[in-house]
Structures are given as structure tokens and as C-alpha cells.
């Protein structure tokens, strides 16, 4: 069973930058691997923020425009989120993910809060 255990969320000023992470305990297959961010805010559907897979290649949301960048570690356990030039609409719970094949994983949520 794989678990996934986020980190970093804060409360930040407006224009400040953060950096998130999630660590992955337990077996999986890292050539196979998606991992992910992804947010909410109150009332709405989970949004994608960004993936990165096995190979390196990123995909981002559509409201990122360059100021956030996801990697990830050598061991493929951890992967990160540095967010830059925060905005206010930026705060909600960010979530990380893991799909490998058919397996899709999700860690707790850490609440980010940006103020103006």
C-alpha cells in the first residue's frame, strides 16, 4: 500500500514564493509513474496544478503561467511544488498525487493561504 504524506503549506503574503512537498512510502513501480499536484478551493472540483513523470516531462495547469515548477528526487520518492509570485486566488488545499497503472493515490492536503 502506498502512502503519500504532504508538507509546506502555509500562510504567505502576496508575491511571496513556497515550496510543497509529498513522500511516497511503500512499493511501486517508478518507470510507470505520474506524480502530481493538484488543488481545491472551497466549493469547487480539484484542479491540476501540475504532473511530472517517470522521464522528467511536465505538465501544468493552465493558470501556472511559469510561476510554479514541479521536480522531483533522484530516489523518484519525493516530488515537490515551488510556487512563486503567489496570489491571493492561489490559496486553497493542494493536494498530491501518485497514478501507477491503475493505482491512483492521494495524501491529506495542506493548506496553502495567500494573502493580499
Known amino acids: 500500500q502506498v502512502q503519500l504524506v504532504e508538507s509546506g503549506g502555509d500562510l504567505v503574503q502576496a508575491g511571496g514564493s513556497l515550496r510543497l512537498s509529498c513522500t511516497a512510502s511503500?512499493?511501486?513501480?517508478?518507470?510507470?509513474?505520474?506524480m502530481g499536484w493538484f488543488r481545491q478551493h472551497p466549493g469547487k472540483q480539484r484542479e491540476l496544478v501540475a504532473t511530472?513523470?517517470?522521464?522528467?516531462?511536465?505538465n501544468y495547469g493552465d493558470f501556472v503561467k511559469g510561476r510554479f515548477t514541479i521536480s522531483k528526487d533522484n530516489a523518484e520518492s519525493t516530488w515537490y511544488l515551488d510556487m512563486n509570485s503567489l496570489k491571493a486566488e492561489d490559496t486553497g488545499v493542494y493536494y498530491c498525487n501518485l497514478r501507477v497503472g491503475s493505482f491512483l493515490g492521494w495524501g491529506q492536503g495542506t493548506q496553502v493561504t495567500v494573502s493580499s
Open positions: 511530472i513523470t517517470h522521464t522528467g516531462s511536465q
Open positions: 511503500g512499493t511501486f513501480s517508478r518507470v510507470h509513474s505520474i
